[in-house]
């Protein structure tokens, strides 16, 4: 028992010790205890405090490791021109128009005359101009918006934060005319007694109920007509009822832009992270598009450069240049500046031909099978088959823009050497000149002799 008592402090000495040289590592404490001392995830201590957090790899639970930078989902500001350009472009919508506007001014960095001009409610749609504003719409704040500009053409890209569902626009109310007025009201008596009329419409609820009785039948299908939203209620994102009170709201957009008198063009939205999240995202494409081929604007679709070759949503993807880049922030949503530049290099390619020749801003006509095409329905995995030989004017087998005028007699030499491979023929003298009689040899060879002429034969006596 003596023995054991003389071991215990050396033991716990030994311990000490070992603790002591442990904490004798030249790197600070907050890092060792918290993982916070250079910015770097925590590692992994091995001792006591050996929890999940302090370990390396350990990830927050929005999916990015501690201490990992943050992305933003909104672009760097506007550049602060010197001079103001000749030319601008006003590009209106939500936080995917802000990172559009963004990739504009720098490929347009170089281009002095020409300017790019943010409109932008990052938080905003065609269902709510703001937040927690019903009644303001974008068809009529951009009216305000747009009075003091001049543009050479509008940029629009919304629908990012409009899958939710809608409300019906409840219909304004008649007032009633004034005392005094013509049709007024006559006035009522000084007991505050209902009118006679208003006692005779009291006996006919009953019977209204009943009609509705008969009308809706218990267990029975409510008619067709019952289905309709009442007005100030609200309908489901993607159901009949919606698409159509939301067609209005696209309509009653463009219309607003196309006041202004300048080319319009509508960015279709990209896919976003998520198989039900990139449907809903084809959906509104698919309503955007048919509402601008309708008003006479050009709809961009730019769906193709931000999906795989299976058309899922993709993080990384060929920039402008080929090279494969990082297009899309964490968020699933947002762009990094080289799928910035990309989305305005594939926007730019509409957009300079409308600055060049506004006569083009007019859409590109569409296959027949589009126009009949479901909104929403899944996309064909090829377009349209277009032959590339005319039917008519010209020859057969020639291709659409040839002259009819038909092609000039090939040279036979031409075609000896390039078509069929023979070697050209060597001029006279050459050392590969190999014809036979050689060239100018003919004159020095002696004439030929006259050959003998034959005796006619005896004739037989």
């Known amino acids: ?55 390396r790899g350990y990830r927050s639970p929005y999916g990015a490791p501690y201490g990992a930078p943050i992305e933003s989902s909104r672009p760097p500001p506007p550049r602060k021109l010197e001079t ?43 269902i709510h101009y703001e937040p927690r504003n019903d009644t303001l719409e974008w068809s009529q704040a951009v009216k305000d918006i747009l009075t003091d500009e001049k543009p ?8 990012l934060n409009d899958r939710v569902p809608l409300r019906i626009p409840v219909p304004p109310r008649e007032t009633a005319p004034r005392k005094g007025e013509k049709g007024a009201p006559a006035a009522r008596a000084g007991n505050n007694k209902e009118p006679p009329q208003n006692k005779e419409q009291k006996p006919a609820a009953p019977a209204a109920e009943a009609a509705a009785r008969a009308a809706n039948p218990p267990g029975g299908q409510a008619p067709a007509a019952a289905a309709a939203p009442r007005p100030g209620g609200l309908v489901e994102f993607r159901s009949d009822q919606w698409a159509q009170a939301y067609r209005k709201r696209i309509d009653d957009m463009i219309a607003a832009l196309k006041a202004k008198g300048v080319p319009v063009l509508w960015v279709g939205l990209p896919a976003v992270r998520g198989p039900r999240s990139t449907a ?27 999906v795989d070759e299976n058309g899922r949503y993709s993080v990384q993807g060929p920039d402008f240049e080929g090279q494969i880049r990082r297009l899309r922030t964490g968020d699933g949503v947002h762009f990094t500046k080289y799928g910035a530049l990309k989305l305005a290099h594939l926007v730019d390619q509409d957009l300079s031909r409308v600055l060049t020749n506004p006569a083009v801003a007019a859409p590109l006509p569409a296959p027949a099978a589009s126009a009949t095409a479901k909104p929403g329905a899944a996309r064909p995995a090829i377009g349209p088959v277009l032959p590339l030989t005319a039917n008519g004017g010209g020859q057969a087998g020639d291709l659409l823009g040839a002259k009819s005028a038909r092609p000039a007699p090939e040279d036979p030499l031409a075609a000896s050497v390039l078509v069929r491979g023979d070697p050209p023929p060597a001029p006279p003298g050459r050392a590969d000149d190999f014809a036979w009689p050689p060239h100018g040899a003919a004159a020095n060879l002696p004439a030929a002799a006259p050959a003998p002429a034959t005796a006619a034969p005896p004739a037989a006596h």
């Open 280 to 306: 809903d995202m084809s959906y509104l494409d698919d309503l955007y598009h048919a509402a601008a081929d309708k008003a006479g604007i050009r709809y961009v679709d730019i769906w193709d450069g931000f």
């Open 1 to 55: 028992m003596r023995k054991r008592l003389r071991l215990r402090p050396r033991f716990l000495a030994v311990v000490f010790a070992l603790l002591s040289a442990g904490a004798a590592f030249p790197v600070p404490a907050q890092a060792q205890f918290w993982g916070f001392g250079s910015g770097q995830p925590a590692q992994r201590s091995g001792g006591f405090f050996s929890f999940p957090f302090f370990q």
């Open 152 to 159: 050479s053409a509008i940029v629009v890209m919304l629908g």
């Open 84 to 126: 103001q350009p000749a030319r601008t472009i006003v590009v209106i919508g939500d936080s995917m128009a802000d990172w559009l506007a963004y990739g504009l001014e720098e490929i347009y960095a170089d281009q002095t005359d020409l300017g790019v001009v943010r409109k932008i409610r990052p938080n905003s749609g065609l």
